[in-house]
C-alpha cells in the first residue's frame, strides 16, 4: 500500500543552521506530495507541495524537490529561525474512485535554539 | 473570515459518556474529514464525508460516528465504545481538486 516515512525526531538546531528533514514514499502510480507544518496547539497548515516529478515547492525559505527515481521530497531550508520551531508532516496524495486520500508521515519535531 | 472553526477547544468526557465534536466549514468545500492525531504519531483518519448525506469509514472508525446533514457541518461523536478516546482531534476539508487539505485547530479530548 502506499505509505510515507520521514525522519524521526525531534531535530535540535541553532538559529541560521541548516535545515533537511528527509522523506520517502511508497505509492502505486503518481501522487502529489506535501510538507504541512503544525505550531504547537495548532492545526496543521500547507507549506509547500509538488504534483509531479522534478517539481521543487518552496514557501517561506523551505523547498522540497519531487523525486520520483528516490521516491524522495525532502524538506530543506538554508537559515532557520526560532520561529520555526514546529512539527513538519510529510504527506501524500493519491485519487481513486472514492475522492482523494491523503497519507501522513508521522511527524518530525523542529527545535531552534536562539 | 473564511475558514474552519473546531469546538470546543478543550473537552472532558467522563467513562461510558458519549460527547460531540463540531466542526464548522464556511469555505464551500464538498470534502470533510476527521483525524485522530496522538503524541509523537502521525494523523490517523476516522471518518469523511465527500458529500452531504454521505460518509465513509476511514482506517480507525470503531468508537466513533459521524454525520453529514449540511454542507457547512460534519460534527464526530465519540462513544462510550471508544476505550481510548484521549487524542487531539483535527477536522480537515478540501476543494475543488480535493488534494490540499485545509485543518481546523483541533479540539483536544480527556478523559475524566
Known amino acids: 500500500g502506499n505509505s510515507v516515512t520521514q525522519m524521526e525526531g525531534p531535530v535540535t538546531l541553532s538559529e541560521e543552521a541548516f535545515l533537511t528533514i528527509n522523506c520517502t514514499y511508497t505509492a502505486t502510480g503518481y501522487p502529489s506530495l506535501f510538507w504541512y507544518v503544525q505550531y504547537p496547539g495548532e492545526g496543521l497548515q500547507l507549506l509547500l507541495k509538488?504534483?509531479?516529478?522534478?517539481d521543487k515547492g518552496s514557501n517561506k525559505g523551505f523547498e522540497a524537490t519531487y523525486r520520483k527515481e528516490t521516491t524522495s521530497f525532502h524538506l530543506e531550508k538554508g537559515s532557520v529561525q526560532v520561529s520555526d520551531s514546529a512539527v513538519y508532516f510529510c504527506?501524500?496524495?493519491?485519487?481513486?474512485?472514492?475522492?482523494?486520500?491523503?497519507?501522513f508521515g508521522a511527524g518530525t519535531r523542529l527545535f531552534v535554539k536562539a | 473570515d473564511g475558514g474552519i472553526t473546531q469546538s470546543p477547544k478543550y473537552l472532558f468526557r467522563k467513562e461510558g459518556q458519549n460527547v460531540t465534536l463540531s466542526c464548522e466549514q464556511n469555505?464551500?468545500?464538498?470534502?470533510m474529514y476527521w483525524y485522530r492525531q496522538d503524541p509523537g504519531q502521525g494523523l490517523r483518519l476516522i471518518y469523511y464525508s465527500q458529500i452531504v448525506n454521505d460518509f465513509q469509514k476511514g482506517d480507525i472508525a470503531e468508537g466513533y460516528s459521524v454525520s453529514r446533514e449540511k454542507k457547512e457541518s460534519f460534527p464526530l461523536t465519540v462513544t462510550s465504545a471508544q476505550k481510548n478516546p484521549t487524542a487531539f482531534y483535527l477536522c480537515a476539508t478540501t476543494g475543488q481538486g480535493g488534494e490540499t487539505q485545509y485543518f481546523g485547530p483541533g479540539t483536544r479530548l480527556l478523559v475524566l
Open positions: 504527506a501524500l496524495s493519491m485519487g481513486n474512485t472514492g475522492g482523494f486520500k491523503t497519507i
Open positions: 469555505l464551500n468545500h464538498d470534502a
Open positions: 509538488a504534483t509531479k516529478a522534478d
